[in-house]
């Protein structure tokens, strides 16, 4: 599995970014992704995941309501739309394949992972 992930960049707080990840060996289809994250000087942490068909989605609570994640497996692309973007959102933000269909917040449950983009947002 090969994937990358793209999109970062600067936007003012209150802007709006969409991030997308590319799996150029099309082997994420019949699993779920998921987004993470790394603040400087912090810990990855889960933002959004989807299962294989786009039916189930899961999100952190910090990101609720704000981003969304989709994705279409005949392009094998997975997308995180993010509105409303706040300064403690500046971030690397991960793309990953998880090991099953369904979601999961578990860094665990992901076996490859692309390599980052960056977001920052400026306050």
């Known amino acids: 599995v090969q994937l990358q992930a793209y999109g970062g960049g600067l936007v003012q707080a209150g802007g709006s970014l969409r991030l997308s990840c590319a799996d150029s060996r099309r082997t994420s289809s019949n699993n779920a992704v998921g987004w993470f994250r790394r603040a400087p000087g912090k810990e990855r942490e889960f933002v959004a995941a989807?299962?294989?068909?786009?039916?189930?989605?899961l999100y952190a609570d910090s990101v609720k309501d704000r981003f969304t994640i989709s994705r279409d497996n005949a392009k094998n692309t997975v997308y995180l739309q993010m509105n409303s973007l706040k300064f403690e959102d500046t971030a690397v933000y991960y793309c990953a394949v998880a090991l099953r269909p369904v979601p999961t917040s578990a860094s665990y449950g992901y076996r490859y992972w692309g390599q980052g983009t960056l977001v920052t947002v400026s306050s």
């Open positions: 989807i299962s294989w068909n786009g039916g189930n989605t």
